[in-house]
C-alpha cells in the first residue's frame, strides 16, 4: 500500500517582476545553458540593480569585466593545450567539461559587458 498525500506538492510562487529585467530579452541559447541558469542570471541582474539603486552595491565598470573576460580566454587556451595533449580518455573528459565551464563564463562575461557598456 503506497502512500497518498493528501495535498499535491506545489512549487514556491516566483515573482515575474524578477524575470522584467532588460536582460530577459536574452535568449538562453546566448548563454549555451538551460532556461534555468539564465533565470538565475536574470534574477543576479534584478537583485543587483535593486541593490544598486539603493546604493549599496558599486557600479560594474567595463574594465573589470574585461579583466575577467582575459583571464576567462587565458584559461580556456591552457585548457585547450591540456586537452591537446591528454591521452587518457577519462583526463580529456574532465578537460571537456572544464572547457565547457570556461566557455558558459565568457558568454556570461561578453552578455555583461555589453550591458556594462549599454548602460554607460
Known amino acids: 500500500m503506497g502512500l497518498a ?3 499535491p506538492l506545489a512549487a514556491a510562487p516566483v515573482s515575474s517582476s524578477v524575470y522584467d529585467t532588460e536582460a530577459a530579452v536574452i535568449e538562453p541559447q546566448s548563454f549555451g545553458d538551460t532556461g534555468m ?3 538565475k542570471f536574470t534574477a543576479r541582474m534584478h537583485d543587483y540593480h535593486e541593490r544598486l539603486e539603493k546604493h549599496k552595491a558599486h557600479p560594474i565598470e567595463s574594465c573589470h569585466v574585461r579583466e575577467i573576460l582575459a583571464r ?3 584559461k580556456e587556451a591552457q ?8 591521452h587518457k580518455q577519462d583526463k580529456r573528459e574532465r578537460i ?3 572547457l565547457k565551464t570556461v566557455g ?3 558568454s556570461r562575461a561578453r552578455h555583461l559587458l555589453r550591458e556594462v ?3 554607460a
Open 5 to 7: 498525500l493528501e495535498k
Open 37 to 39: 541558469d539564465f533565470k
Open 72 to 74: 576567462l580566454e587565458a
Open 79 to 86: 585548457l585547450q593545450a591540456k586537452l591537446d595533449a591528454a
Open 96 to 98: 571537456s567539461g572544464k
Open 104 to 106: 558558459t563564463q565568457i
Open 117 to 119: 557598456e549599454n548602460a
